[in-house]
Protein backbone atom coordinates (compact mmCIF):
# COMPACT_ATOMS: atom_id res chain seq x y z
CA UNK A 1 0.00 0.00 0.00
CA UNK A 2 1.41 3.62 -0.77
CA UNK A 3 1.30 6.00 1.23
CA UNK A 4 -0.73 8.43 -0.47
CA UNK A 5 -3.42 5.56 -0.63
CA UNK A 6 -3.49 5.36 3.58
CA UNK A 7 -6.66 5.81 5.26
CA UNK A 8 -6.22 7.33 8.79
CA UNK A 9 -8.56 7.38 11.95
CA UNK A 10 -7.39 10.98 14.26
CA UNK A 11 -8.77 11.99 16.86
CA UNK A 12 -8.43 14.96 18.97
CA UNK A 13 -8.79 15.24 22.93
CA UNK A 14 -8.93 18.25 25.12
CA UNK A 15 -7.42 17.81 28.05
CA UNK A 16 -8.92 20.49 29.90
CA UNK A 17 -12.37 19.65 28.89
CA UNK A 18 -12.68 22.54 26.14
CA UNK A 19 -15.09 22.17 23.00
CA UNK A 20 -12.71 20.38 19.91
CA UNK A 21 -16.20 20.02 17.56
CA UNK A 22 -17.35 23.24 17.25
CA UNK A 23 -20.75 21.85 16.22
CA UNK A 24 -21.88 19.56 19.17
CA UNK A 25 -19.53 21.32 21.40
CA UNK A 26 -17.46 18.10 22.51
CA UNK A 27 -14.41 17.91 24.14
CA UNK A 28 -13.08 15.81 21.67
CA UNK A 29 -13.46 14.34 17.60
CA UNK A 30 -12.31 12.23 14.99
CA UNK A 31 -11.76 12.52 11.83
CA UNK A 32 -10.74 10.62 8.33
CA UNK A 33 -7.33 11.13 6.95
CA UNK A 34 -6.90 10.37 3.42
CA UNK A 35 -2.82 9.63 2.75
CA UNK A 36 0.54 10.40 5.48
CA UNK A 37 1.16 13.54 3.80
CA UNK A 38 -1.90 15.38 5.21
CA UNK A 39 -1.78 12.88 8.56
CA UNK A 40 1.98 14.72 9.16
CA UNK A 41 0.77 18.27 8.78
CA UNK A 42 -2.25 17.90 10.95
CA UNK A 43 -0.23 16.06 13.48
CA UNK A 44 1.99 19.14 13.07
CA UNK A 45 -0.76 21.43 13.83
CA UNK A 46 -1.85 19.91 17.02
CA UNK A 47 1.27 19.55 18.39
CA UNK A 48 1.54 23.29 18.54
CA UNK A 49 -1.79 23.27 21.06
CA UNK A 50 -0.53 21.54 24.35
CA UNK A 51 -4.02 21.23 25.26
CA UNK A 52 -4.52 18.12 22.86
CA UNK A 53 -4.34 14.68 23.16
CA UNK A 54 -3.70 13.41 19.56
CA UNK A 55 -4.41 9.47 18.85
CA UNK A 56 -4.46 8.04 15.36
CA UNK A 57 -5.04 4.68 13.36
CA UNK A 58 -4.53 2.98 10.41
CA UNK A 59 -8.22 2.07 8.82
CA UNK A 60 -6.92 1.15 5.30
Do not use: Q, W
Not at 3 to 32: C, F, M, Q
Amino acid sequence: MSESSRVYALTITSRSGKKVNIITGADHDTITVYGDDDLRRRLAVAADNPDFKVTYRLIK
